[in-house]
């Protein structure tokens, strides 16, 4: 399918991505590995991770009580390349980004410039969605905690070369999928807005709030609001982006810049050098050097629960840790584990993985970057980090890795199952009504913009925004489109005849996505 979301915790397609060992270098010098007891031999746990779950490359940090308590780069950058990765090795911060755009609003209602309850139309004013009552009542609260009414629309900006003031005008053709505020869905073009919100309010551009707010600050001298910016400065030290293609981890052709349109949601890079600096502020209540740079009441709001998530929405790995509660704060996934109260949030798009995690109370913090597509082992690392400094559990003592790919493995053999049985309604035999070239041409909608269908070779192919598939023959006049991008799952498309015997609609995705023929 066409891959669509930043972070989105459930109804991801599940990779097989969990046999043999990378055959490359999995231990970069540390620049500090700390031998304090919680942490002893866990430079060795993680190196063996980083191998049973073919990471090519990983990064992550430890924090607590306002000391890096560990820090290391393991493997490699890019798979065929010897440059290691680093502490300072850039990776993509991705969706935890929400949780810096959070706190620049955070920072802005401490002075007044803008309030969580304030409409959102106040600053953007051309904001309209499908309910009249909707766009009056939506508020700066209710973009940052997933609870407008429908999920991310990801079709306005994977793979495409919008604008955002294009993708706010779309949004009016958007059909909810629920009433407002009534449940939780993620929302990364919400928090696009949030982030024009945050721009506007405070008199510049989002990332020259980042810099100039958060960055300078923090003195994050490694750090870059998005990939333009860190290609402009001439960065080398980046990790390349991969994925299980067919049981083999490749590297994958995905440019950095990829979230930028969505900037505010989760276009970061940024090391775990600088990361630290994020954790030890944070753990801090938002103090740097002795002084705060927000309230406690502001900074509070941030980790105060919002919106109560559903488990169908969550992580799978619930099903092992078990948490009481689930909700969302601001930029933060929150729950509890272990009678501790945790605030994490994950990133992920093609190629890249990061999870950030908190236990506030415990003053304990650790980030993890990997440069493998939606790799897993960033859950388990977290908890066992979080194990680590609470103590050993009552009973069975957790090895997190193995027991978390072990379930991360029986869900992609049911995925597997499904998608088998789906395929055996096939039926055989049929034929396309029309000619291959009758299917071709243009097609359009007000919301998802333009497709484009041609014949190319013998067969059709398929192109919306700068994503091209290629159409195999399934039944009837339904086509499977097989996308070129190597981590995008194929779809159904559907081509609908009118009257005439003509062709009058292209639907893709079992009609999540539809277009009108264009008249020629």
């Not at 060795?44 to 560990?70: E, H, I, N, T």
């Not at 299980?244 to 050098?273: C, E, K, N, W, Y």
């Not at 502020?281 to 629960?305: I, P, W, Y």
């Not at 605030?343 to 190629?351: E, R």
């Amino acid at each position: 399918m066409i891959r669509r979301s930043l972070c989105r915790p459930a109804r991801r397609p599940i990779r097989p991505w969990l046999t043999a060992a990378v055959a490359a270098g999995l231990a970069a010098p540390a620049a500090l590995v700390s031998q304090q007891a919680p942490l002893r031999d866990f430079d060795a746990y993680v190196a063996r991770a980083v191998q049973d779950w073919r990471v090519p490359g990983l990064a992550m940090v430890v924090v607590k009580d306002d000391s890096v308590v560990f820090i290391k780069g393991y493997g490699v950058r890019e798979l065929g390349k010897p440059d290691p990765v680093t502490v300072h090795t850039r990776f993509g911060v991705m969706s935890t980004t929400k949780a810096y755009t959070t706190m620049l609003l955070a920072m802005l209602a401490d002075s007044g410039r803008v309030g969580w309850d304030d409409p959102v139309t106040k600053y953007i004013p051309g904001l309209e969605l499908r309910d009249p009552w909707v766009t009056r009542e939506l508020t700066v609260r209710d973009i940052v905690t997933h609870r407008v009414g429908f999920p991310d629309p990801g079709y306005l900006w994977y793979g495409q070369t919008l604008g955002m003031d294009e993708i706010v005008h779309r949004l009016r053709f958007v059909p909810p999928a629920t009433s407002f505020r009534s449940r939780y869905a993620y929302n990364n073009v919400a928090y696009a807005m949030a982030g024009q919100i945050a721009g506007r309010a405070g008199g510049a551009t989002w990332q020259a709030l980042v810099r100039s707010r958060i960055y300078q600050p923090l003195g994050m001298t490694e750090s870059y609001p998005d990939a333009h910016e860190m290609q402009a400065a001439g960065v080398t030290d980046v990790s390349s982006p991969h994925g299980i293609v067919r049981d083999t981890v490749r590297v994958l052709p995905v440019a950095a810049p990829i979230v930028d349109p969505i900037a505010p949601a989760g276009a970061m890079f940024s090391t775990v050098t600088d990361e630290a600096k994020w954790l030890r502020f944070l753990l801090d209540s938002a103090r740097v050097g002795g002084k705060r740079l927000l309230s406690a009441r502001g900074f509070a709001q941030l980790f105060t629960a919002q919106q109560m998530v559903p488990p169908e929405e969550f992580y799978p790995t619930a099903r092992l840790t078990h948490p009481h509660f689930v909700a969302y704060g601001m930029g933060w996934f929150l729950e509890d584990y272990r009678g501790e109260y945790v605030a994490f949030h994950t990133g992920s798009i093609d190629g890249r993985s990061a999870i950030v995690g908190l236990i506030p109370d415990r003053r304990l913090g650790v980030a993890i970057f990997t440069n493998l597509d939606h790799s897993e082992l960033r859950h388990a690392l977290m908890y066992t980090v979080f194990d680590r400094f609470i103590g050993p559990p009552a009973g069975v003592r957790h090895d997190w890795s193995a027991e978390m790919r072990t379930m991360y493995l029986a869900l992609r053999d049911t995925a597997m199952t499904r998608r088998r049985a789906a395929d055996s309604a096939h039926v055989t035999g049929t034929h396309p009504t029309l000619a291959l070239d009758r299917y071709a041409g243009n097609y359009a909608d007000s919301l998802f913009g333009s497709a484009v269908v041609r014949t190319e070779a013998g067969h059709l192919t398929l192109q919306i925004g700068e994503q091209v598939g290629d159409l195999e023959h399934w039944q009837y006049d339904t086509f499977r489109v097989h996308w070129r991008q190597p981590l995008n799952d194929p779809d159904a498309v559907g081509f609908v005849l009118s009257a005439d015997g003509k062709v009058a609609e292209l639907r893709v995705d079992d009609g999540a996505m539809h277009f009108r023929r264009a008249r020629e």
